[in-house]
C-alpha cells in the first residue's frame, strides 16, 4: 500500500547542481527513516544520504559537504540538495524508507535517473 515516488531527476553539466524530491504516500508509520541510495550499471546499490524523523542524519563520504538531505514529516517527503556534482555521481537514485511498524519493512521508489555530464 505504501508508494515512494521520486522526481527531479536529469541530465545536468559537471559542478551544477540537482534537487531530488520523494513522496511517500499510504500508511506509513509516522517514526521512520527516509533517505537515498545510488546504483551505477554494474555496481552495488550504495547508501547516499538517509534522515530519521528525529532529524538524525547520515551521509556516505563521498557526498559529504555537497549533498544536503531534507524532510518535511508533515508529508512524508524527502529531499536530496545535490550541488557541486560529479561524473561519478551519475547513477540511478532510489528513494527508501524504513519503518518498524507493524513490521520491520524498507520500501523503495522505482528510481530516478541522475546523469553528470558535459
Known amino acids: 500500500q505504501v508508494q515512494l515516488v521520486e522526481s527531479g531527476g536529469g541530465l545536468v553539466q559537471p559542478g551544477g547542481s540537482l534537487r531530488l524530491s520523494c513522496a511517500a504516500s499510504?500508511?506509513?508509520?509516522?517514526?521512520?527513516?527516509m533517505g537515498w541510495y545510488r546504483q551505477a550499471p554494474g555496481k552495488e546499490r550504495d547508501l547516499v544520504a538517509t534522515?530519521?524523523?528525529?532529524?538524525?542524519?547520515n551521509y556516505a563520504d563521498s557526498v559529504k559537504d555537497r549533498f544536503t538531505i531534507s524532510r518535511d514529516n508533515a508529508k512524508n517527503t524527502v529531499y536530496l540538495q545535490m550541488n557541486s556534482l560529479k561524473p561519478e555521481d551519475t547513477a540511478v537514485y532510489y528513494c527508501?524508507?524504513?519503518?518498524?511498524?507493524?513490521?520491520?519493512?524498507?520500501?523503495w521508489g522505482k528510481g530516478t535517473l541522475v546523469t553528470v555530464s558535459s
Open positions: 534522515m530519521t524523523s528525529g532529524s538524525r542524519t
Open positions: 527508501y524508507c524504513y519503518t518498524p511498524y507493524p513490521y520491520a519493512v524498507t520500501y
Open positions: 499510504g500508511s506509513i508509520f509516522g517514526i521512520n527513516t
